[in-house]
């Protein structure tokens, strides 16, 4: 007897231990099956922006954009896909699909299915799309199949009390599961492809807010770069242009107090010239006075009766522009301005990103503005407005300097405004003032926007002509000598006769000494009042010999 219960204990033992080491190889199996599960998914899961290279400006751009999403949405529907395909053959059905509600339209959408193609392949839409429809609205399980065999199974997918939309189960001979199974097992997949649509969606906004940071700070680290006011704009306006994808960038400077504005940057695909003064009446400037935000998608039509900017540009008129105004404490200090070629090239947004940029560099703007102003009065003659003699010294060598690097000549102008005394006495200083800033007017504007001209001292002026040789340098002064001369001077009604003498000696042309250029010029402009005044003389290049 005892050994019969031995016997019989031992058989026991072994069949436990047989069932257990059954139990444990389908453990095992089913770990692995389910690490395969897990690492299809993990590797259908694109690298969050953390995980990628780094992001620069440009991935504000629409078309950048549009791309990466296009790709994170792919790769999104690959971890959708392979679960519905889990799901399918768990059930033992011929496909899965996951019914996006689309509130906007109150309707179901296939959004996903575990089948290939562009479209579920094994769903009667005439049969069975009814049913799919009642169990959203419903909020229940719906069936379709005769007794225990069920042809139809789908369930609603909710979060909270917002319906996300239905899983459905189909096999047009019967799915593996009986209704019972279907009816418990059903609401679980429902809810397990609700929560994984969830962290999708959210890793999706994730992922675009990180980005969009991203970029934001890359645009901020290169707008940091500009130091000064040209490098500053530079940089905004280039970073600009990144961000949008836009032709061409400008910079306004706005003046709240004159209600006047200037084009103070361009880049080349504006067609620009700057600087520049703003048209009051552009569009540009209405802007700057509201301070608000403007985008034209269609600026076609905006910009027929009023200009812009009232600048001339060189390039067709934009397709579509957006004007941020640069605001601080609730003042405008200027504008910045996208242009892109197309219509609807630049749209709201777009437009959202720069407001952020153009809130962060206003700041910065106005510092480097004001000490522009600040620095510009300081070489700048009150009375004629020209550059002053401080200014002149620095622009001098540089001049000299070019002109020994790149072999370019260099020409200096003197011009002294003949018998200006006698202007003082007879029409009194007041006069002379007007005499003098209507002459020094002339001056500026006959010369180019390179040349250097400067109030040198009481009624002389001097004018570095950069890249001109002597005999060229005599022209314009012989041009400017005779506009001085044909046309008299007004002041309180009374017309003042005025003449002017100039000296004219250019390095290493008529000059070899760097330090000599000056003395030269001035004594051409000593003989040319010496010889009768309202005249040209220029340095020779033989010694004894002038030239007019």
Sequence with gaps: MLLAAALLAAVAAIVVA????????????????????????????????????????????????????????????????????????????????????????????????????????????????????????????????????????????????????????????????????????????????????????????????????????????????????????????????????????????????????????????????????????????????????????????????????????????????????????????????LEAAEVRGLTLEESRPLTVLGAIVAGSLELVWQFAEVDKRSRTDPLTGLWNRHHFGEQLQRCLNEADRFGHPVSLVLVDIDHFKRVNDTWGHEAGDAVLKQLTRILHDGVRSVDVCVRYGGEEVAMLLAQTDSDHAVEVAERLRAKIASQPFSYGGAEIPVTASFGVATYPETVKVRDQLFPASDKALYIAKHEGRNRVRAKPATKGRTTS
């Excluded at 645009?219 to 306006?237: D, I, M, P, S, Y």
């Excluded at 880049?267 to 620009?272: H, I, K, P, R």
């Excluded at 010239?273 to 034209?296: N, Y």
């Design 18 to 337: 047989g069932a257990a080491l059954r139990q444990a190889a389908t453990a095992k199996r089913d770990l692995a099956t389910a690490r395969s599960r897990l690492a299809r998914i993990d590797a259908a899961i694109p690298p969050t922006a953390d995980q990628q290279q780094a992001i620069s400006a440009n991935a504000l751009r629409r078309d950048v954009r549009v791309l990466f999403e296009v790709g994170q949405a792919r790769a999104d529907r690959a971890v959708l896909v392979q679960l519905l395909i889990d799901f399918r053959d768990l059930a033992g059905a011929e496909e899965a699909i996951f019914w996006r509600w689309r509130p906007e339209r109150d309707a179901l959408a296939p959004e996903v299915w575990s089948s290939e193609g562009t479209r579920p392949s094994f769903f009667s839409i005439t049969e069975w799309a009814p049913l799919v429809q009642w169990s959203a609205e419903g909020g229940v399980i719906q069936t379709v199949g005769q007794e225990e065999t069920v042809y139809v199974g789908a369930a609603p997918i909710r979060r909270g009390e917002t319906l996300m939309g239905v899983l459905s189960l189909t096999h047009r001979t019967g799915l593996g599961w009986n209704r019972s199974l279907l009816r418990d097992w059903l609401p679980r997949l429902a809810d397990q492809l609700g929560t994984v649509q969830e962290l999708v969606d959210v890793r999706r906004r994730h992922t675009r807010h990180m980005r969009q940071s991203q970029a934001l700070l890359d645009a901020v680290q290169r707008l940091q770069g500009g130091k000064t006011g040209e490098g500053l704009a530079r940089a905004l306006c280039e970073t600009a242009l990144d961000v949008s994808g836009a032709r061409g960038a400008a910079l306004v400077r706005w003046s709240a107090d004159e209600e006047a504005g200037e084009l103070s940057y361009a880049t080349d695909g504006a067609g620009l010239k700057a600087p520049a003064a703003l048209d009051g009446a552009s569009l540009v400037a209405e802007a700057c006075r509201s301070g608000k935000l403007q985008v034209l998608e269609d600026a076609r039509n905006a910009t027929l009766g009023r200009a812009l900017y009232g600048v001339p540009r060189t390039v067709e008129e934009p397709g579509s522009v957006t004007i941020v105004p640069l605001v601080k404490d609730n003042r405008t200090l200027g504008a910045l301005v």
